[in-house]
Structures are given as structure tokens and as C-alpha cells.
């Protein structure tokens, strides 16, 4: 009888524990069905996420077929560019000095634009100085003050337009040479030193030439002005239309940018290897936004080597412009990212372009061109002389441009 009990217990017992097994094991499973069913939600939430993203890009990819279809049909409706056979020029001998009595009328210059917008970089905190006021002895504007060759006694300066290459055809294909896009023109073949041994060799228009300064293993691509008397001017710098840029860094202002008929900045290595082979004078014409024209010319300009940070040399000021360039004269070119000036934050992220600062300026040719004039501006980072028209004044045009000074004084 007690066997028989113990051997039901036992069973009982046994059947106890395979049950609690079984709800073990069913206790599992229902996890494991719950972290199946969630990771599923996951996936479904990821397909439909991957989903949207296809049908977007699917979107895309219909909206460029449709663009690339429209310019093709735009290309096909084009004719084919006709090849016109290109004149050789024949030298002619120097145009007549304009008369005494009334000024020379220089052709237009028909000009193709390409715009390039003007990124400027934010503000930082602390302010830079105010334009400091001229030191004394400098020269006042003063009308009476002539170029080196005036139009007439009693005629205020009037610096001529740039023309381009008379008899010579456009191509449409364009090239690029030490940072400088150029529109690929017939130009004379023989590389000259300088603007002027180009004239003197009988090239008497205005255009891009071939020069090879002196004692440099470079060539580079420049803008002859032979009508702004009396020729021979190699032109440096030049604002017209604010279509260029001129808030670079150190590396783009050495080499050169813009473009060669329109806005450009020669690059400071260039300008470099020109004003070391020989004496040379500079020349600044301005124009405001009412059509006054001025101009200011310094008797040297040389720049020293990049190991000197490219100083700057100038000589004795004339003109009717007002001499705000001498203040600048022995100071080294600055950057947003080569600080050389003498004040103690770093005037090109103020002034907004490069220059020869010094702490800060009293002229700022490669700034921010603002059309209209008179500009708002935190700082006055316009393209300004401050001898004409102040510093809040933005120039409608600028044109610097060098050339050999056999005679000079400093």
C-alpha cells in the first residue's frame, strides 16, 4: 500500500514539474514571438522610409531626363558656328596726338560679362578702426594737376575707353591661363616684354597680348590700353561691372583672376616680374557713378619678391584724384589668410578684398563693388579712394595700369 502511494506521488510530482517546464518553455516562445513581430515593424518601417526615398530619386532622375531632352532639342535647333578666316593685321603707324583744343573720342568697348557671385565671408566680432585721417603734406585733389601727357590746358582729364583688337574675330572657346579666364582672340604671336614694346613694334590697338618680362621664365597674358595716350599702358587692375569677386585668398591674388577683358586682377607674381625689369609708373583712373572721372599717377611702383610678402614701392603722387595710395606705400600685401598689416586684427576681412593695408586703408580698390555710390555697410569695404569721394563711396569704375618710366623721381 505504501509503495503504491509513493509510485502516485511520484507521478504526480513528475507531472508537476513537465508542466511547468511546457509553461516555461511556452513563455519563450511568446518572447521570442514579440521581439520577431518588432524587429518585423522595423523592416516594414525601413522599406517604407527606402520607399519614399525611390520615388524621389525617381523624380529626379524624370526632371533631368526632361532638362537633358530640352537642351537637346535647344543645340539641334542651333546652327553650326560658321569658321571665318582670320585677316593678318598689318602695322600701322601710331594714331596722331589729339589736338590741343579738345579731347580725344575714344571708341566703346563691347564687353562680354561673366558673372561670378560675390561670396562674402560673416562679420567677426570686434570692429576695425575708422578711416584714419591723411598724414600731412600729402596733396589735395586739385584740378590743376596734369598727367604726364594732358588732353589740353584748359581740359579736365578724361581717360579713354579700351577697345578691342580691331579686324580680329571671336572664338567661342575659352582658355585659362595663371587663374585669368580669356576669351581665346588672335593676338600678336611674339611674346614683348611690355605693352609698350608691343606699340613701338607697330601693334597699335587695344587687346590681350603675349609678355614675357626680362629675366622671367614665364609668359602671361595681359591687356594692352595703346589709346589712353600715349599708349603703351599695361593695365593691372580693373572694376567695371562688379562681375568678378575679389575677396580671395593669398594663393589666387599671386596668381591672377578674373577676366582678361572685362574685370581681372593680373596676379601679383606677374605684376611683380613686370615692375622689376625696369622703371615703371602707375597709373589709377577712377569714375563715380555721375561720370567724374579722375585719375592719380605715381611717379615709381615696383612690388618686392613674395619672400618680402610683395611690398609696395611707390613714388612721388600727381594728379586730381588725391594721393591715397602713399599711405600704403613700404606696406606688404595682406589676405584673408596672409594677415602682413599693421593693425591687430586683419583688414581684408573687414575691407573684403586684398590690398596693402595698412591699418586699415585709404584706399581699397579690390573691395566689395556696390552699385549706386554711397553704400550700408558695417565697414567700409566698398571700392573706394578716400581722397574722392570718401570712403562710403563705391566707384563705378577703376583701372590701374603701369608703364616704363625711363625719367623717374621719387
Not at 504526480?12 to 514571438?33: C, F, G, S, W
Not at 522595423?42 to 532638362?67: C, F, G, I, P, V
Not at 571665318?84 to 596726338?97: A, N, T, W
Request: net charge positive; with cysteine.
Amino acid at each position: 500500500m505504501n509503495s503504491r502511494v509513493t509510485q502516485l506521488y511520484m507521478q504526480l510530482l513528475h507531472e508537476i514539474i513537465r508542466k511547468r517546464d511546457n509553461a516555461l518553455e511556452l513563455a519563450q516562445m511568446e518572447n521570442k514571438i514579440l521581439n520577431q513581430t518588432s524587429e518585423m515593424q522595423q523592416l516594414t518601417s525601413r522599406y517604407k522610409d527606402l520607399e519614399h526615398k525611390y520615388q524621389h530619386l525617381a523624380s529626379l532622375a524624370t526632371n533631368q531626363s526632361a532638362l537633358i531632352a530640352l537642351l537637346e532639342e535647344q543645340c539641334q535647333s542651333r546652327p553650326p558656328p560658321r569658321h571665318v578666316p582670320v585677316p593678318q593685321p598689318r602695322p600701322q603707324p601710331p594714331p596722331p596726338s589729339p589736338p590741343l583744343n579738345k579731347p580725344y573720342p575714344p571708341p566703346a568697348l563691347p564687353r562680354i560679362n561673366n558673372p561670378i557671385s560675390n561670396e562674402i565671408q560673416s562679420d567677426q566680432k570686434s570692429l576695425p578702426p575708422l578711416l584714419l585721417p591723411m598724414p600731412t603734406g600729402t596733396h589735395s585733389p586739385s584740378t590743376t594737376d596734369k598727367p604726364s601727357v594732358a588732353p589740353g590746358k584748359n581740359q579736365s582729364y578724361v581717360p579713354p575707353k579700351q577697345q578691342t583688337l580691331s579686324g580680329r574675330t571671336e572664338q567661342g572657346r575659352a582658355g585659362q591661363l595663371s587663374g585669368l579666364y580669356l576669351l581665346n582672340r588672335d593676338i600678336p604671336e611674339s611674346p614683348f616684354k611690355d605693352c609698350l614694346q608691343a606699340l613701338e613694334d607697330g601693334h597699335t590697338a587695344s587687346g590681350m597680348y603675349l609678355v614675357k618680362p626680362e629675366n622671367a621664365n614665364r609668359l602671361m597674358q595681359v591687356w594692352c590700353d595703346q589709346r589712353h595716350d600715349p599708349g603703351g599702358w599695361t593695365v593691372i587692375q580693373r572694376r567695371v561691372d562688379g562681375s568678378v569677386n575679389f575677396f580671395r585668398n593669398w594663393e589666387t591674388y599671386k596668381q591672377g583672376f578674373g577676366n582678361i577683358d572685362g574685370e581681372y586682377w593680373l596676379g601679383l607674381e606677374n605684376i611683380y616680374w613686370l615692375t622689376n625689369q625696369g622703371n615703371y609708373k602707375l597709373l589709377v583712373t577712377l569714375e563715380d557713378w555721375s561720370g567724374r572721372k579722375v585719375f592719380a599717377e605715381y611717379a615709381s611702383f615696383r612690388l618686392e619678391p613674395e619672400a618680402d610678402f610683395y611690398k609696395l614701392r611707390v613714388g612721388r603722387y600727381h594728379g586730381n584724384a588725391g594721393d591715397s595710395l602713399t599711405w600704403h606705400n613700404g606696406k606688404q600685401f595682406t589676405t584673408l589668410d596672409r594677415d602682413h598689416d599693421a593693425y591687430t586684427g586683419n583688414c581684408a576681412h573687414y575691407q573684403k578684398g586684398g590690398w596693402w593695408y595698412n591699418s586699415c586703408a585709404h584706399s581699397n580698390l579690390n573691395g566689395v563693388w556696390y552699385r549706386g555710390g554711397h553704400y550700408r555697410s558695417r565697414y567700409q569695404d566698398g571700392v573706394y579712394w578716400a581722397e574722392f569721394r570718401g570712403g562710403a563711396y563705391s566707384l563705378k569704375k577703376v583701372v590701374m595700369m603701369i608703364r616704363p618710366n625711363p625719367n623717374t623721381f621719387h
